[in-house]
Every structure is written in C-alpha cells, then in structure tokens.
C-alpha cells in the first residue's frame, strides 16, 4: 500500500466527500460543522470525483447539463465563462447556508470545465488532484 487513499477509488472518494459534504454541513455532532471555506472546498473536489466517476453521480452532471440548456435558452449569448463568473460573485457576496456553499461548488466545477480560460484550467487541475488522491 503506497498511500492511505490507495484503495478508495473515484468512486469512493465521491462518495466519502457527500457524505462528509452532507454530514458536516449539519452540525450538532461532537466535531463542528465545516467552515465556509472547507465546504466549498470539498465540494469542488466532490464535483471533480463526481466527473472522473460514472453511474449514480453522472445524475449530478446530466442535471446540470440541463439547467445549463435551460439558462442558454432564456439567454443565448450567456456563456459559460460569464455564468462560473456569476457563480463565483454569488459564493462570495451572498450570504449563504453551508448547504448553499456546497450546492454552488458542485455544479461550479461541471461549468468551470467546460469553459474557456483560466476557469477550465483550474477546473481540470482540481480534477487531476482528486484523479491523484484517488488513484
């Protein structure tokens, strides 16, 4: 065994991060809730393990594949850039519940990847590092 995660797998570390993503966000427990930084953190990484795995969290993608065409058919020049920008603005500005933080980061990733720039680099670094601690 070369490392600690060596055996979990994409689909394990997917599914340790929801869990941790679900749990921790709750509070009430011995160990308090996660930070506001934490939990996007994780969720970013939940969103990248959820890209490199397949059947049951491919459902998070194929929802917000949707939602994408739904906004691109209210607003056809919305790229995707400008909405992972948007996104961002919201994470930052609004006053969010731990559970809005992990919601936003979640699809932020999927958007990120697609898009163009610095947003689809990071978004494809994040998924190297979860590929890594996954591998």
Known sequence: MNSLLGTLGPFGLASVLTVVL????????????????????????????????????????????????????????????????????IIAWKKLSLRGVVMMGIPFFYIAASADGGLGVLANKIALVSQQLAA
Do not use: E
Not at 45 to 74: C, E, I, M, Q, R
């Open 22 to 89: 679900i749990v921790g966000t709750s509070g009430g427990g011995k160990i308090k809730s996660l930070s506001w930084g934490s939990a996007l953190i994780l969720s970013v990484l939940a969103g990248a393990s959820y890209a490199a795995t397949g059947w049951p969290f491919s459902l998070v993608k194929g929802v917000v594949n949707d939602l994408l065409a739904l906004a691109d058919g209210v607003f056809p020049g919305l790229t995707l850039s400008a909405i992972g920008l948007c996104m961002l603005a």
